[in-house]
């Protein structure tokens, strides 16, 4: 949205309005335009290991290493993510994450793909966002219609990038997935039918906590995080660290809540 | 264009089993040649300059993947050679493990000469399992005979799905982990097996390096069209009279292997490169065969009229949902909403705004999708939406 504070991709305002980050950067903005020559000033000291690239018409640099989406996010472009967490190495999963890179034959998941010199970068042109939609209106078309009674309704990020792109009733159908509510854990509580298979989960509970309690069974609509072999999240090795259901985009993974606790946050709102 | 046996030179004359019978028809020439008279960069400029593209289905320029590995930093490196033959309606490398393995370890030594590896995988299919003894037999005459040097070969068995002919599910696999793609970069040349550079190759692309190296690359140049060269062996099936494995120089048109060879009558529409291949009907059966064109890993499946549009699709897109490893969002939810989409059509209660939405989520599954297997899962819907459009238009409900 923001390049070298110079400019706003109209585009990209428009599609982010409602969300509290993208909120941020445009009250930020101002302050931007002041802190850029400090930080070109900082990148002339690493003038070796600097790339240069133009995203979104505009040139930005990051430095050798650094994928699309960090670059982007450092200079206030806001793509959309599900699997990706900053501090976990990128699974590139839910493709939501897309941008289109001149040369390349698909479109290319920024999470994942490092920065090159000379690179050509759209972020959010209408190829781009006409995907993302489909992406996500693909996993609604598999969610089940739980919202209103959902735990984690206000906080959900599926639900929160969907009300962005501005996508009303999945036009796909698909199966809906029911697997019995998983409860057994008094840490923690696991309906695996709302889970999108972001794997966040899988990739937290190993990387940071050095467990391996989740791991991903069968295979292509069928897949499922499972614990063990497709068991109840053992009670001895689940030590309450909060790790995945924090991360956990959706409503899949939830904090048992005790009696007289309130909701993590007040309700959403919900554009148009 | 011809009939041209390269690939196939020894397949059904020498005894599979008898190194002997293969040293007489020329064997190990050519890696006698590489190691005696050239160097690896020689290997890789002769690989280059023959034009030689990956025979698995993507055509990627085989003497650029070698170069790249060969470059690529660091001690360690492999040789995978990919005969986890699971697209729907390929027989060929069956055909060719069966008759002449040798060959396949020779270019295998070769391409280990070339890196300087040490190890060499072939990945055989689960379903292959009784070609192992057979292999293990090839590779012990072959370690016997002193030719693979430093070189050791294994076998490692996969174990039935689909996707792990993937180069990166595959790898995945062999390291023991679920077999999935991986995002690229980096690719297999840079950070493969193990995270080490390795060369992963088809077993026809593989048996073609021996012959290039014996009698040069200006010789295997001339076959073939401009931007694909050489020959290709083709898996023919369906309804023909005479299928089998037939191998054409490139550029032939699909007429002569269809007709000419396999004797098809009545045709309506051939799959070619198998469940994720392009469907091509009858009024343009004098396309080409190249990689331009048409031709993915060589499958051809013939149709002819009793056979139903809508049907096949939907049972390849149901086969194609059945294989998904579920990585990736698109994959993983477009084939099941296509396979949901398609047996509604096939049930004759499509919707006319199918039609469009088939066609949007063709799209974005190309383009977005992480391995070959979503990037290509569409193509059969793809194409019959562009040829038969009356097919599905006759089952939208209320017609």
Known sequence: ?272 | MPQENIVLKNCGVIDPRQIATFLERDGFQALEKVRREMTPEAVTDEIKASGLRGRGGAGFPCGLKWEGTRKAPGGEKYVICNADEGEVGTFKDRYILERDPFTLIEGMAIAGYTLGAKTGFIYLRAEYHHLFDLLENAIRQIEEFGFLANFTIEIREGAGAYICGEESALMDAMEGKRGEARYRPPFPTTAGLWGKPTIINNVETLMNIPRIIRNGAGWFNQMGTERSKGTKVFSVSGDVPKPGVYELVLGSSLRELVEGLALAKNTKMIQIGGATGRIVPYEQIDTPLTFESVLGAGAVIVFDQSRDVIDIVHRTMEFLAEESCGKCTPCRQGTEVMVETLARFHRGEGLKKDLKDLADLSEVMTLTSLCGLGQAASNAVTDSLQHFKDAYESRVAGN
């Open chain 1, 1 to 272: 949205m923001v390049a070298n504070g110079k400019e706003i991709d109209p585009v990209g305002r428009q599609i982010c309005s409602p969300m509290p980050a993208c909120r941020i950067n445009l009250l930020v903005l101002p302050f931007q335009v002041i802190a850029v020559p400090i930080k070109q000033s900082m990148a002339r000291k690493e003038i070796e290991n600097e790339i240069t690239l133009t995203m979104n018409g505009s040139p930005v640099s990051g430095r050798a290493g650094m994928t699309i989406l960090e670059v982007a996010r450092e200079n206030g472009i806001d793509i959309p993510t599900l699997c990706h967490v900053s501090r976990l190495p990128p699974s590139g999963v839910c493709r939501l994450c897309v941008v289109e890179v001149a040369g390349s034959r698909t479109l290319v998941g920024a999470c994942h793909t490092p920065i090159t010199e000379g690179m050509m970068v759209a972020t959010h042109s209408p190829k781009i966002l006409a995907a993302r939609k489909i992406l996500v209106e693909l996993l609604m078309a598999s969610h089940p219609d739980s919202c209103l009674i959902c735990d984690k309704a206000n906080i959900c990020e599926l639900r929160n990038i969907a009300a962005d792109l501005e996508i009303g009733l999945p036009r796909f159908r698909a199966r809906k997935h029911y697997y019995p509510l998983e409860y057994e854990n008094p840490n923690i509580i696991r309906d695996m039918s709302k889970c999108i298979l972001c794997r966040r989960c899988v990739v937290a509970c190993q990387d940071l906590k050095g467990e391996r309690l989740f791991s991903v069974a069968y295979r292509g609509f069928e897949s499922k995080v499972v614990s063990g072999c497709d068991q109840p999240v053992d009670k001895e090795a689940c030590q309450d660290c909060d790790e995945c259901i924090t991360l956990c985009p959706s409503g899949a993974l939830r904090r048992p809540r005790r009696p007289g606790e309130e909701r993590a946050k007040k309700a959403l709102f919900i554009k148009g």
